[in-house]
């Protein structure tokens, strides 16, 4: 069964940092895109950042600068690394990946920035 499980959610305060990872299982991540997205209360969901199967990265304006994704193929795993955090990117994170015609999304990590 394919599934994407994320973990590493918490609070932290303004300026903090958090890492959060988008575990695979049922499939190798190698081969795929993976997409991190968050959804705040109130607001539509929106991407963050992707890294594709050959590693190229992209950010939304609001991550860059402060977020990373990254890669680790022997744990089949993305990670968002997360710095300089702000009260607005509180949410709810989500990682995608496409295959085929299908999406896959894991059930999601709170993230809440609050001092």
């Known amino acids: 069964q394919l599934q994407l499980v994320e973990s590493g959610g918490g609070l932290v305060q303004p300026g903090g940092s958090l890492t959060i990872s988008c575990a695979a299982s049922?499939?190798?991540?190698?081969?795929?895109?993976i997409g991190w997205f968050r959804q705040a209360p109130g607001k539509e969901r929106e991407g963050v950042s992707c890294i594709s199967s050959s590693g190229s990265r992209n950010y939304a304006d609001s991550a860059k600068g402060r977020f990373t994704i990254s890669r680790d193929y022997a744990k089949n795993t993305v990670y968002l690394q997360m710095n300089s955090l702000k009260p607005e990117d509180t949410a709810v994170y989500v990682c995608?990946?496409?295959?085929?015609?299908?999406?896959?999304w894991g059930q999601g990590t709170q993230v809440t920035v609050s001092s």
């Open positions: 995608n990946t496409r295959i085929g015609l299908q999406d896959y």
């Open positions: 049922g499939f190798t991540l190698d081969y795929y895109a």
